[in-house]
């Protein structure tokens, strides 16, 4: 099973002494530190992409729309036709 111990264990010895401090660490306190350093890139990153995606979501607002109440109609009429097959399955096994 891979784990990221397994993974970091052989490349310790090729990194530098306090590096092979993460190899011990518990894994709850290895995603602390891993958080903590990537934060500020994750945040540039989002910053950065926030009007792209604003500026996509405002383009597909009306076919998002159209395709909920599409698929809500879809859910509706399986549902009624689930219901249907499910009566005469009863009535079926009643007569048998």
């Known amino acids: 099973m891979l784990?990221?111990?397994?993974?970091?264990r052989p490349k310790c010895w090729k990194l530098q002494?306090?590096?092979?401090?993460?190899?011990?660490l518990s894994?709850?306190?290895r995603m602390k530190i891993i958080k903590k350093v990537y934060k500020p890139y994750i945040d540039d990153i989002a910053t950065a992409t926030k009007p792209h995606l604003d500026k996509a979501r405002d383009t597909m607002s009306p076919y998002t729309k159209?395709?909920?109440?599409a698929y809500g109609k879809f859910l509706e009429s399986a549902s009624n036709n689930h219901?249907?097959?499910?009566?005469?399955?009863?009535k079926l096994k009643e007569i048998v």
């Open 66 to 69: 159209e395709a909920v109440i």
């Open 83 to 90: 219901d249907q097959v499910r009566a005469n399955d009863i």
């Open 3 to 8: 784990t990221s111990f397994s993974v970091l």
């Open 27 to 29: 894994d709850r306190l």
């Open 17 to 24: 002494p306090r590096w092979c401090l993460l190899c011990q």
